[in-house]
Each structure stands twice: as C-alpha cells, then as structure tokens.
C-alpha cells in the first residue's frame, strides 16, 4: 500500500484492496459494486448475480461476503471521499 500512498486515488485503491482480500470478492465482482450493496454497520457486501443489470458472479449465484474492521474504516473513508467527487463516476473501476 505504501507504493499508493501518494496516489490521488489512494482512499479507493486502499478500499478496493481491503474489501477484496478480506471479503474473497473476485475483480469483476469489485466492479460492479454500488453503494447499497455494502452494509457498513454489519461488515457485509452484496454480491449480486443478475446479468439483465450488467452483475455478474462465477457461481452464477448471489451471495453476501463480510470484510474485517480495516476495511470497514478504509471504506468508510473513501465513502466520504467518494460522495463529494463528482469526477468518480462508479464506486470501483479498472483504471485509475
């Protein structure tokens, strides 16, 4: 993460890190996540399987993963971020 830490994005390169080890997500499945999809409160994230809407899972199925304290606060902070830049046009992508 230290290689990061100069990044202008690095509060959602930190997320998307985190949230991927600690829930088990798949690249694909990181993408496609809104800001409904993770419960904070609860340390969960829904992953949604429904191809009709672009979401798409491995397994075909959906599923609900859970993420560590790290990564609920590294969230919650590129949330804050994330809610005021309007240059960020979805939650996670695949270029920065």
Aim: some cysteine; aromatic content about 12%; hydrophobic content about 35%.
């Amino acid at each position: 993460m230290s290689y990061f830490e100069n990044h202008e994005y690095f509060k959602q390169i930190k997320a998307i890190v985190l949230i991927g080890c600690s829930s088990g997500m798949r690249a694909e499945e990181l993408y496609q996540l809104t800001t409904e999809d993770i419960d904070i409160q609860n340390r969960g994230v829904c992953i949604n399987h429904n191809p009709d809407n672009g979401q798409s899972t491995k397994t075909k199925r959906s599923r609900i993963s859970f993420f560590n304290n790290e990564t609920k606060e590294a969230i919650m902070e590129y949330l804050a971020l994330y809610i005021y830049n309007k240059k960020l046009k979805c939650l996670f992508n695949q270029w920065i």
